[in-house]
């Protein structure tokens, strides 16, 4: 039987590792290699698809494959954020936004999946200003009209959301905890059918995002009392802010950003960093949101990361003064 001398096998081996090495880089370097999978933790309808839409167009330019938009909701997000920490193809990221990233860790006593360490940030892609709401036929026309006719009413009005911990359900809880009003709060799964039930009369109130809420404002389906903006918006140049209206210094904005699992190879998620901070300093994204009273952002995978350890620090204390639980308990 033939067998190779020590050194034809070091040379064998030399050869082996060598092109695995030339492999490796090629499928490095010509990532992706297919379509990529941006996942939405919420049903369509609310803001979160809005951004996702708006950055994705633009982003497969740059990577020469396109990305498409998956709506995952259910569980707060949990569903969405595990499944995506759980792929193993590298074209697969999700929408993080102030509920998975900042509100959930805080909420539930045990997670399927690690904010910090599962998932690595890319780009915070955009803020969005909460809108409070209500439907027409509620005798309030601003924000200090209906604390006085909730206040009148305690537990008697009722208040919509995408579900426990949305950022929906924070903005209102906050804005009950600076007014102490107490307004039932009413989870749903996604801003698409809590909006449904909104304009029927089935809910007297909501707070979500500007992108998901203009239309029907404008279209006279729904009243807005008060912007969570620190200044007024253009689109809504009538409609005073919070801090306003008595209360100083609130200001509640929702953010989006792309998380990619932690994973992947490093010039994979750079490359990756690289196209989704350059679709989201663009101007086609930037008018796209603007459009819709949202803010591109378009910042590094750096800043991204210090924002969310900067919002974690901010909610867990509303959280623990409001008490918020997890849908059940």
């Avoid at 932690?262 to 196209?275: G, R």
Wanted: with cysteine; net charge positive; glycine share 8%.
């Amino acid at each position: 039987m033939n067998t190779l001398n020590r050194r034809d096998w070091l040379a064998h081996a030399g050869l082996a590792s060598a092109s695995w090495l030339a492999t490796n880089a090629w499928a490095q370097s010509t990532w992706p290699n297919k379509p990529l999978r941006l996942v939405v933790p919420f049903a369509p309808g609310g803001s979160s698809e809005i951004v996702a839409r708006a950055v994705a167009a633009e982003m497969g330019k740059g990577l020469g494959q396109s990305v498409f938009v998956d709506n995952k909701p259910g569980g707060a997000g949990n569903i969405a954020m595990q499944e995506v920490a759980n792929s193993h193809d590298e074209h697969t990221l999700v929408l993080g936004h102030i509920g998975t990233l900042a509100v959930n860790p805080f909420i539930f006593d045990k997670l399927s999946y690690d904010a910090a360490h599962d998932f690595t940030p890319i780009t915070l892609v955009s803020k969005v200003p909460s809108l409070y709401v209500v439907h027409p036929d509620l005798p309030v026309k601003n924000l200090k009209e209906f604390v006085a006719y909730a206040k009148s009413k305690p537990g008697q009005l009722n208040y919509g959301t995408a579900g426990n911990g949305s950022a929906g359900h924070l903005a209102f809880e906050y804005l009950k905890m600076v007014t102490e009003t107490f307004v039932l709060h009413v989870p749903y799964r996604g801003t698409g059918p809590m909006l449904t039930d909104l304009m029927a009369g089935r809910l007297q109130a909501s707070a979500a995002g500007a992108p998901a809420l203009i239309q029907f404002i404008k279209a006279g389906k729904l009243r807005c009392i008060a912007t969570g903006s620190s200044t007024r918006l253009s689109q809504l140049p009538d409609v005073p802010t919070v801090a306003e209206q008595g209360f100083k210094g609130f200001e509640m904005t929702q953010w989006y950003g792309l998380m990619a699992p932690s994973k992947w190879a490093k010039p994979n998620l750079a490359k990756l960093e690289l196209e989704a901070v350059k679709a989201g300093r663009s101007a086609l994204v930037k008018d796209k949101l603007a459009a819709d009273n949202a803010l591109a952002i378009g910042s590094t995978g750096a800043e991204f990361d210090a924002f969310i350890k900067t919002e974690q620090a901010r909610w867990k204390q509303v959280i623990a003064r409001a008490q918020i639980k997890p849908e059940g308990v």
